[in-house]
């Protein structure tokens, strides 16, 4: 699935600076019941020499579509795949789910570039 994702350079490579991307429509399916779930996903990072390309982003998320997964699993993954892809020097990712049954749920997830 990661393979989906472009990257182009950062033309501020010596600069922090927070890259916020709100991803409002995504979609996958609860493993357990079969049903659809709808979220919000939130990622910031601070990119080192790479940023990721949106389009590419969208198609990566609308993958999940159809993907019997739990909310911390997908968000897991999701934070995984993109520190794979780019590298940043820090990231967070929170995934805000509408409720269900009376409860919502959101999970953060967060990277921190190792400097040693």
């Known amino acids: ?9 950062n033309s501020y490579p ?7 991307i709100v991803c409002p429509e ?10 659809p779930d709808f979220g919000t996903i939130t990622f910031q990072y601070t990119p080192d020499n790479l940023c990721v390309e949106l ?3 969208k198609l990566y998320l609308q993958q999940f579509r159809n993907e019997g997964i739990f909310y911390e699993n997908v968000t897991n993954r999701i934070l995984d795949d993109m520190v794979q892809i ?6 967070r990712i929170v995934a ?15 990277y921190t570039h190792d400097a040693g």
Request: proline residues 6%.
């Open 55 to 57: 389009k590419s982003l």
């Open 14 to 20: 010596n600069r922090d600076y927070l890259i916020e």
């Open 1 to 9: 699935m990661r393979s989906i994702l472009e990257t182009f350079s």
């Open 96 to 110: 805000s789910f509408t409720p269900r049954g009376g409860i919502s749920t959101s999970i953060t997830v967060e």
């Open 26 to 35: 995504f979609t996958s399916v609860c493993p357990k019941t079969g049903q």
């Open 86 to 91: 780019l590298s940043p020097r820090w990231m």
